[in-house]
C-alpha cells in the first residue's frame, strides 16, 4: 500500500498540476510566468508562484521560480521563498531553496510583477 501511495505523490507532484501561464516577456528577453492552478486568494493578498525564464545566464542562474505574497491594496510584494536554477528547465538548482521570506517592497509601476498584480486583484 506505500509503495502505490509513493508512486502517485511521484505522479502527481505540484509540478505536474501546475498550469503555468506566460504574462509578461521585458524588452531584455527575459519571461515572465505564474502557475494558474496554485494563485490562493485571501481578503486582500495573493500568494502566487512566479517563475522567470532569463534570456542570459545571471550569475550563472537560467532560471528563477519564487513563491510570492502580492497585497492587492497597498500594492507591495514579499517573496516567501526563491530557487534560482542552473537550466531553463527549473530542474537543476543553482542553490538551495531560501525559504526566508525578503522584506515588503513596493510594486513598480512598470515592472513584471504589476501586471501580475494588476492580473489577478482585479480578476
Avoid at 36 to 54: M, T
Avoid at 109 to 115: R, T, V, W, Y
Wanted: glycine residues 2%.
Amino acid at each position: 500500500m506505500r509503495q502505490i501511495l509513493f508512486i502517485l505523490l511521484l505522479t502527481f507532484s505540484n509540478d505536474s498540476i501546475a498550469a503555468w501561464i506566460e504574462y509578461s516577456t521585458r524588452t531584455n528577453g527575459d519571461i515572465y510566468f505564474f502557475d494558474d492552478a496554485r494563485v490562493h486568494k485571501n481578503e486582500n493578498n495573493i500568494k502566487v508562484w512566479n517563475r522567470i525564464l532569463y534570456k542570459t545566464s545571471i550569475m550563472g542562474a537560467s532560471s528563477h521560480q519564487s513563491l510570492l505574497d502580492i497585497d492587492c491594496v497597498n500594492q507591495t510584494e514579499i517573496t516567501l521563498q526563491n530557487t534560482f536554477y542552473s537550466d531553463k528547465n527549473w530542474s537543476k538548482p543553482a542553490m538551495a531553496t531560501n525559504k526566508k521570506a525578503k522584506p515588503k517592497k513596493s510594486i513598480k509601476k512598470d515592472s513584471a510583477i504589476k501586471l501580475l498584480a494588476d492580473h489577478l486583484c482585479y480578476k
